[in-house]
């Protein structure tokens, strides 16, 4: 048995070589049966699909559509961030358009007809030079997997949410919140601001992932209409968020994301603004269920009711458009300083 498996790997490792890049591996039909089309759910179509299968150099991507209505072309990352069909660096116009991945790294695939691409018709892969054999039993030692845990011991943040997009449709589809919310963290004790025009859009807190995933209005628990919204993140796990005016949650004015333990120590110390001296903070727990949550239970924020700031670290509620997008802050603050230092040296010297 396992002779006749080594003889099989060897024979498949032999006909790898002779054969080398030239041999198709696999064959991918972009989104399944849904073909190559304007997505319905926007670009979380392509960007789940895509995240459910692994690409390998050689393998084929069939790009199902029927010619005439849309066409699949190759652009860079910038291009296909922006949907930019101005130069791409190839186009197939025949569906279906079958096309064999010859490098390894990212590949962008975007449709050129007018809009398309804006509403999710993109498709962004990582091909890995490996060719894509049968998974073969690794007898070495496992690597073991780096999962750098950040502790969540900072202070409370608040954030604006699609920072100057705002909270409306968003041009690129659902990947817009999605990507803004990637990179960040949310901590117990922050706070998202949607800042939308009132009566266009509002904000309402969705019961379950199954009702955000289906943009089901009606399994909502709080819905605000006055800008800008201000939630305070209560109790850790995932939120859920969503535009209850027609189309405009499957449109991709929605947002998920993850809320992890508590910021700080919750004791209710007066001045949180500087941790005092001891450098050891309390272990956090690693299972974010493992903190209670608080007596209130479902988030019920109140607008109108955040007139009453009873802490006083906090900036006042009139200072919700000072902030500028957090992302901008340091890269500004680092830029601004080497010029302070040197008025500061030309003002001595002067
Ligand atoms: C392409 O789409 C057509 C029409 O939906 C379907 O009949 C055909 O099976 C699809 N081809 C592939 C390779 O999925
Ligand atoms: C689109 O891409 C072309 C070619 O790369 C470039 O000249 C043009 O400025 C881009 N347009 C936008 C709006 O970025
Ligand atoms: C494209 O791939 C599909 C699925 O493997 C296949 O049925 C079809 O014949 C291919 N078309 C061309 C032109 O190679
Ligand atoms: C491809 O992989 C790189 C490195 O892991 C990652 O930064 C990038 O986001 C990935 N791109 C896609 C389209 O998955
Ligand atoms: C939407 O949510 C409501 C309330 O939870 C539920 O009664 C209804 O069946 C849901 N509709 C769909 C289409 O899932
Ligand atoms: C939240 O975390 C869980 C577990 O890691 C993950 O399955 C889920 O996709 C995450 N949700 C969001 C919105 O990031
Ligand atoms: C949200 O937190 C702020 C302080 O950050 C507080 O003034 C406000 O009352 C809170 N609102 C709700 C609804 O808990
Ligand atoms: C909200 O949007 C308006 C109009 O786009 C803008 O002037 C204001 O600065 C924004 N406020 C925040 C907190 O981003
Ligand atoms: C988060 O991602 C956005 C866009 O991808 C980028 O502009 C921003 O600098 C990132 N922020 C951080 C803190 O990594």
């Excluded at 100057?164 to 041009?171: Q, Y």
């Excluded at 998920?256 to 333990?261: E, H, L």
């Excluded at 988030?299 to 670290?313: D, E, L, N, V």
């Amino acid at each position: 048995m396992a002779r006749k498996l080594n003889m099989s790997l060897f024979i498949v490792a032999i006909l790898a070589a002779a054969l080398h890049c030239s041999v198709a591996q696999r064959t991918h039909v972009v989104g399944n049966s849904l073909g190559w089309t304007v997505p319905p759910g926007g670009p979380t179509a392509y960007s789940t699909w895509a995240s459910q299968q692994t690409f390998s150099v050689g393998d084929v991507l069939v790009f199902n559509f029927t010619t005439g209505t849309h066409d699949v072309a190759e652009v860079t990352r910038s291009s296909f961030d922006g949907c930019n069909t101005t130069s791409p660096m190839s186009l197939n116009t025949n569906g279906p358009a079958n096309i064999t991945l010859m490098t390894a790294g990212e590949h962008h695939y975007i449709c050129t007809f007018s809009g398309h691409c804006n509403v999710g018709q993109k498709l962004a892969i990582n091909v890995s030079a490996a060719p894509s054999t049968s998974p073969a039993p690794q007898p070495g030692p496992a690597t073991p997997p780096p999962v750098p845990a950040p502790s969540p011991s900072r202070t409370p943040q608040t954030y604006v949410v699609g920072d100057s997009l705002g909270w409306l449709v968003p041009p690129g589809g659902p990947i817009a919140y999605q990507t803004w919310a990637s990179n960040k963290t949310f901590v117990v004790g922050d706070v998202l601001v949607f800042n939308f025009t009132s009566g266009a859009h509002n904000v309402a807190v969705v019961t379950s992932k199954a009702a955000y995933d289906s943009c089901n209005t009606s399994a909502t628990s709080t819905t605000i209409t006055t800008s800008p919204a201000r939630i305070n993140l209560t109790n850790p796990g995932e939120h859920f968020y969503i535009c209850t005016f027609p189309q405009h949650c499957s449109l991709g004015q929605k947002l998920a994301i993850n809320v992890t333990g508590t910021a700080s120590t919750p004791s209710p110390t007066p001045s949180p603004a500087t941790p005092p001296s001891s450098p050891t903070p309390a272990p956090a727990p690693s299972s974010p269920g493992a903190t209670p949550p608080s007596p209130s239970g479902s988030t019920t924020p109140a607008p109108s009711g955040s007139t009453t700031p009873s802490t006083p670290s906090t900036p006042s509620p009139s200072g919700v458009s000072a902030p500028p997008p957090p992302s901008s802050a340091p890269s500004f603050a680092v830029a601004a300083l080497p010029f302070t230092f040197l008025s500061i040296v030309l003002a001595l010297f002067y």
